[in-house]
Nanobody, 117 residues
Framework: QVQLVESGGGSVQSGGSLNLSCVASVDTYSSYLMAWFRQAPGKERERVAT??????SYIDSVKGRFTISQDNANNKLYLQMNNLKPEDTAMYYC????????????WGQGTQVTVSS
C-alpha cells in the first residue's frame, strides 16, 4: 500500500509560479511510475506529467512551463509550475502505479491550484 500526500497548492495571478509536493509512504523510485494529474470542474481528469524509469513526459499544454522531479532520498515528487495560466486552474493529484501495471491505483487527496487573470 502506498500513501500519497500533496501540498503546495494555492492562488496565484496569471504568470505566477507554484511548486507542488507529494510525499510517498514508501520508496517509489525503483518500482513505480509517478505522475501528476489534474481535474477542473466539469472536465475530464488529465495526466499532466509522468516520471519514472529514467524518463519524463508532459502534455503539450504544459511543456516548457511545468517540470516534474523526484527527491528519491525523501520519497518526494514535485511539480514546479511556472508562467501559470487561468486554464491551469484545477485540483492537482499525485498518483503512483507499478511500472508493469496499467492502472494508476494510488492517489493523494489533491491540492487546489487557482490562477486568476
Amino acid at each position: 500500500q502506498v500513501q500519497l500526500v500533496e501540498s503546495g497548492g494555492g492562488s496565484v495571478q496569471s504568470g505566477g509560479s507554484l511548486n507542488l509536493s507529494c510525499v510517498a509512504s514508501v520508496d517509489t523510485y525503483s518500482s513505480y511510475l509517478m505522475a501528476w494529474f489534474r481535474q477542473a470542474p466539469g472536465k475530464e481528469r488529465e495526466r499532466v506529467a509522468t516520471t519514472g524509469r529514467c524518463s519524463t513526459s508532459y502534455i503539450d499544454s504544459v511543456k516548457g512551463r511545468f517540470t516534474i522531479s523526484q527527491d528519491n532520498a525523501n520519497n518526494k515528487l514535485y511539480l514546479q509550475m511556472n508562467n501559470l495560466k487561468p486554464e491551469d486552474t484545477a485540483m492537482y493529484y499525485c498518483a503512483a502505479r507499478k511500472w508493469y501495471l496499467r492502472e494508476w491505483n494510488y492517489w493523494g487527496q489533491g491540492t487546489q491550484v487557482t490562477v486568476s487573470s
